[in-house]
């Protein structure tokens, strides 16, 4: 089964500056997306930023960059100049034609 | 209304109980699914409904029993539950379930199992 491991269960970043979360994941597909999505607390989980595996060149949002590197099966979120408002739980998610995979998220917490 | 709306947000109940969560999205979406968030855990997802009809079933105790009636409700039906069924249930929709479309989530119902 395929699997995403988030290996930083926190983390915390000063405000303004720029924090880089980790995401691995298996599989043996070859078709497949990936999620980067944000919890905050006591609200709803949204999406921050999507990536098709398809896709060499990395998405950008705003802030919000990732780094894939699909031969090594990474996927990591890059947050610049971070805000207060950042400060949430970030769960990576895998998603092929019959399967959807969360990690067990990173806690970012942001210092003023 | 907007979005995913979840009744009730927290719910306490006792192993012999019988309760239901309800899930109402109000984005026209075909696609929506249950969730099971347990601490330092990874979300678990449970079902998924495309269509009205269920797709996914991943290996979910029959102690737990979804009903879609409409692309619009979803319930999940709850009996003689165990307390470490207690988590954070999650509700979401999706445009569908075949493309890689984006979820929104629900706020979720906080379940106790005494």
């Known amino acids: 089964a395929q699997t995403v491991t988030q290996s930083q269960p926190e983390m915390s970043v000063q405000e303004a500056e720029t924090v880089t979360l980790s995401c691995t994941y298996d599989?043996?597909?070859?078709?497949?997306?990936l999620f980067w999505y944000k919890q905050p607390p006591s609200r709803q989980m949204i999406l921050v930023i999507r990536?098709?595996?398809?896709?060499?060149q990395n998405a950008t949002e705003n802030r919000f960059s990732v780094n894939f590197q699909k031969a090594a099966k990474s996927f990591s979120l890059k947050i610049s100049d971070s805000q207060l408002g950042d400060a949430a739980m970030y769960f990576c998610?895998?998603?092929?034609?019959?399967?959807?995979?969360f990690g067990a998220g990173t806690r970012l917490t942001v210092k003023p | 209304e907007t979005g995913v709306t979840q009744t009730p947000r927290h719910l306490v109940m006792g192993m012999t109980n019988k309760k239901s969560l309800k899930c109402e999205q109000h984005l026209g979406h075909n696609a929506m699914y249950w969730y099971k968030q347990s601490a330092k855990k990874p979300l678990e997802l449970m079902f998924v409904y495309n269509f009205k009809e269920q797709t996914e079933n991943n290996s979910v105790p029959s102690r737990f029993s979804p009903e879609c009636p409409n692309s619009s409700h979803l319930f999940l039906h709850l009996h003689t539950l165990q307390p470490e069924d207690s988590a954070l249930y999650l509700c979401?929709?999706?445009?569908?379930?075949?493309?890689?479309?984006?979820?929104?989530f629900g706020p979720g119902t906080r379940l106790t199992v005494t």
């Open positions: 990536q098709e595996a398809y896709k060499q």
């Open positions: 599989t043996s597909e070859s078709d497949y997306y």
């Open positions: 998610a895998y998603r092929s034609p019959n399967d959807m995979r």
């Open positions: 979401a929709s999706s445009q569908d379930w075949a493309n890689y479309y984006e979820q929104y």
